[in-house]
């Protein structure tokens, strides 16, 4: 089955995108779903995040935006053997005024990912903090799309042009984009404002709203400069854990969400002679322990196959 693509995105900065992108990857492929991070922001904090230093990299999305360069191409592994990374470089801010008059330049991504969505289960991309070129690329190549609100005072402000935005992209460019949920960030449980948001934002959209926030936690902040994860730098800690139990409610969904389509087409398919059973699809991934993976660019990554 191809790739669930889910686009992290907010254009409001410092709301935990870069955070959530990194921490639910690795969430992801701690529970063996093969997962690709797509760094799509010019900071290039998600590939920094994980150890992929700019220094290192020769090419980066910018070449595949750009250049045509074949995703692969540029991909790193990381610590965790069903997580590679796509990184970025500040080259990307090019790729805004490059892409200008290129035709079907909000597609760029989306032909990119062809040749690679059959070999993960995830792909997460980060967006950067503004709604441009890279993030209409980003959100035309999802299904799904994630959007942290940091549980401060202005949380709400910008959210109706961000809407705005997505309706445009169902309508013009892409049918199958949905909001998977808006996510609580940096929720501090003894700040009686960050309740209030809570209790506002969850007036103003219910049930889009994930039931679970992700704590304010200084693990979160501090993994990063080590180059890791959350989960490999502290697993314990309440960051490490509220993110690994996003992952767990999403991959429910989509596994809930997968049976459905199965059964429907299998009604649909009533006079075909051939059985599918829809259990079959959850076979557990095979774990691929034991072989640690080397940060180089690697064109023929190493991606665990399904057994
Ligand atoms: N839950 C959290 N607890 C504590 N610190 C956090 C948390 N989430 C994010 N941070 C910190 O807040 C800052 C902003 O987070 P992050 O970089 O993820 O936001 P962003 O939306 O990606 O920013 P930008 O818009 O600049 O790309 C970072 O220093 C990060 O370490
Ligand atoms: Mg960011």
Do not use: W
């Not at 889910?6 to 900065?13: D, E, F, L």
């Not at 950067?128 to 959100?139: C, H, I, K, Q, R």
Request: hydrophobic content about 40%; some cysteine.
């Amino acid at each position: 089955m191809a790739a669930k693509v889910i686009a992290i995105s907010n254009q409001k900065g410092g709301v935990g995108k870069t955070t959530t992108a990194i921490n639910l990857a690795a969430s992801l492929a701690a529970s063996e779903r093969r997962t690709l991070l797509i760094d799509m922001d010019p900071q290039a904090n998600a590939g920094s995040g994980l150890g992929v230093l700019e220094t290192e990299t020769s090419q980066d999305m910018y070449h595949v935006l750009v250049d045509e360069t074949p995703i692969k191409d540029i991909i790193f592994h990381s610590d965790l053997d069903y997580l590679h990374v796509a990184p970025s470089s500040q080259e990307l801010v090019a790729a805004e005024v490059e892409l200008v008059s290129v035709i079907g330049r909000e597609a760029r991504l989306v032909e990119a990912l062809e040749s690679v969505r059959n070999n993960y289960d995830y792909i997460i991309i980060d967006c950067p903090p503004a709604l441009g070129v890279l993030t209409v690329n980003a959100l035309t190549a999802s299904q799904g799309m994630i959007i942290p609100l940091q549980t401060e005072y202005y949380a709400l402000e910008g959210l109706g042009q961000l809407m705005k935005t997505v309706d445009l992209i169902q309508r013009r460019l892409n049918c199958d984009l949905k909001v998977e949920g808006i996510l609580l960030t940096m929720f501090d449980q003894r700040n009686n404002l960050c309740h209030e948001v809570e209790s506002d934002v969850r007036k103003s959209f219910g049930d889009q709203v994930f039931q679970i926030k992700i704590p304010r936690n200084i693990r979160l902040a501090e993994a990063p400069s080590f180059g890791k994860p959350c989960l490999l730098y502290d697993a314990a800690s309440k960051g490490a854990l509220s993110y690994l139990e996003l992952a767990r409610v999403l991959t429910s969904r989509h596994n809930a969400e997968d049976k459905k389509s199965d059964i429907k087409s299998l009604t649909k398919n009533e006079l075909s002679s051939t059985v599918h059973d829809p259990l079959s699809d959850q076979i557990p991934i095979q774990a691929n322990h034991g072989q640690r993976k080397t940060k180089t660019p690697n064109s023929q990554a190493e991606i665990p196959q399904v057994t």
